[in-house]
């Protein structure tokens, strides 16, 4: 089953082809970072323009990148939601006029079931398995018991990890987007400025007030003319944010007695997280699951990976399919 899959939730305009879930035959990704940049964060109609500009071209080189023709694709995928309106509607509009013109099947797919199905493309899914997810806008522990079959146990009751970072690094002066800096500061830093570890009863997580913590701290700092270095401001963040987010991990692996865990969505990209929990799972005899760099930010291979599970679950969309900003899991 060769299936077409598109992603515009965000600032990613993205198409590629994958083959029964996992085989990637095309993975084309334009980012719109660099027109983000000097607002300091997506600007949703300024996303929506660049994805109505690009779509078409990204959409096409998806196809020749996969050297097939219409005959050979047998469904077109889309992310449904959540993510910001005006951007989906363009991918859902796209995917329905070729659905419509191709007279193939339109599969809806939930943006996170993407992320989690971004691991499935290096190595394949098996179950039951934690997932923790951590990107731009959630950060959520989902038990698997099943393909597709997701239950959130934990959740962000405030802000997203991967918007802490992006916070953060407003804060200290970093570009848009903050994570991938903050995480490059970090390894230069130390663990010195002691900001908190907010751990929640259960499995929720919980970040402004850590978000918050930092801010006040460096504005005291600067009142008090007492010099700080934004090396630790990163490395003393980071640590707090791995500390609250293996703690509570772990928690749920042992309360649920499983032994497998994924980790996806951008913040995943992140060195720190990415060792520390490599470290923690060798230690505590867990299987790690994390995806390859390139697919743990906004990509349609991970929505092309998840649509094949849809597509053998005989879940499809009707056209009038609209795009949910916000849909559960
Ligand atoms: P969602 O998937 O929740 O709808 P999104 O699609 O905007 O949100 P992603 O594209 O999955 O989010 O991830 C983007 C986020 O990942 C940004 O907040 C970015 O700063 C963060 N990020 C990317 N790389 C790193 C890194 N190395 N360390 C920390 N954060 C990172
Ligand atoms: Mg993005
Ligand atoms: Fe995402």
């Known amino acids: 089953i060769t299936i077409l899959a598109i992603e515009t939730s965000c600032d990613e305009t993205a198409a590629s082809v994958v083959r029964n879930g996992y085989e990637v035959l095309s993975n084309v990704v334009n980012s719109q970072i660099e027109s983000h940049k000097r607002f300091g964060g997506v600007v949703p109609e300024v996303a929506s323009r660049h994805h109505v500009e690009n779509i078409t071209m990204v959409i096409e080189a998806a196809i020749s990148e996969a050297h097939l023709t219409w005959e050979e694709i047998d469904a077109v995928a889309v992310t449904e939601g959540p993510g910001l309106i005006g951007a989906l509607l363009v991918g859902i509009n796209a995917a329905k006029a070729l659905a419509l013109a191709h007279d193939k099947p339109l599969i809806p797919v939930h943006h996170i079931a993407g992320h989690v199905y971004a691991n499935h493309i290096e190595e394949r899914l098996t179950f039951p398995m934690l997932a923790l997810v951590i990107s731009g806008g959630h950060t959520e522990l989902v038990l698997m018991k099943g393909h597709m079959d997701f239950e959130v146990i934990g959740e962000t009751r405030d802000d997203a990890v991967g918007e802490a970072y992006d916070k953060v690094a407003r804060t200290i002066d970093l570009p848009y987007p903050g994570g991938p800096h903050v995480d490059r500061l970090a390894a230069e830093g130390e663990d010195v400025l002691d900001f908190p570890r907010p751990i929640m009863e259960g499995y929720d997580f919980s970040f402004s007030g ?55 969505g951008g913040v995943a990209a992140n060195r720190g997280i990415r060792s520390r929990m490599e470290q923690i799972c060798e230690d505590k005899g867990v299987k790690l699951l994390i995806p390859p760099l390139n697919l743990c930010t906004d990509n349609a291979a991970m929505i092309g990976a998840a649509a094949y599970y849809e597509y053998s679950a005989g879940k499809f969309g009707a056209m009038n399919l609209n795009g949910r900003s916000n849909i559960n899991l």
């Open 210 to 264: 850590l978000k918050s913590a930092v801010i006040n701290k460096l504005h005291n700092l600067k009142q008090k003319g007492i010099a700080y270095k934004k090396e630790d401001v990163a490395a003393s963040f980071q640590e707090s944010v791995i500390d609250v987010l293996t703690e509570q991990t772990f928690k749920a692996l042992e309360a649920y007695e499983i032994n497998q865990l994924l980790i996806c």
